[in-house]
């Protein structure tokens, strides 16, 4: 079993930045691919972001690439989103998702196995 808690979410102006955090819990969080979702009201949850257990491969949505980057620290069992020139079409609901072990690519929903609460991001115009 994993437990995940998101955290770093909050209210910024277009054009900033903001840093997520994810901790998970479990002993298997070094053979598990994460990923961060998002979902805005009104709409369906969205792939952002998964990187591969090992941290040496990414994937991203083409909306936020070359503005997101994931990137994770299996000694502390954290995996990060950092988000710049956010956009107030970037507000949404941030999640993180970390799939069973040796899962890749995971880049749907349906891959992912366990789910934090959520962390809320506000992009104001």
């Known amino acids: 079993q994993v437990q995940l808690v998101e955290s770093g979410g909050g209210l910024v102006q277009a054009g900033g930045s903001l840093r997520l955090s994810c901790a998970a819990s479990?002993?298997?969080?070094?053979?598990?691919?994460m990923g961060w979702f998002r979902q805005a009201p009104g709409k369906e949850r969205e792939f952002v972001a998964a990187v591969i257990w090992s941290g040496t491969v990414t994937y991203y949505a083409d909306s936020i690439k070359g503005r997101f980057t994931i990137s994770r620290d299996n000694a502390k069992n954290t995996v990060y989103l950092q988000m710049n020139s956010l956009k107030p079409e970037d507000t949404a609901v941030y999640y993180c998702?970390?799939?069973?072990?040796?899962?890749?690519?995971?880049?749907?929903?349906?891959?992912?196995?366990?789910w934090g609460p959520g962390t809320q991001v506000t992009v104001s115009s």
């Open positions: 998702a970390a799939t069973l072990p040796g899962r890749w690519p995971a880049r749907n929903r349906y891959d992912y196995s366990y």
């Open positions: 479990g002993r298997t969080f070094s053979s598990t691919t």
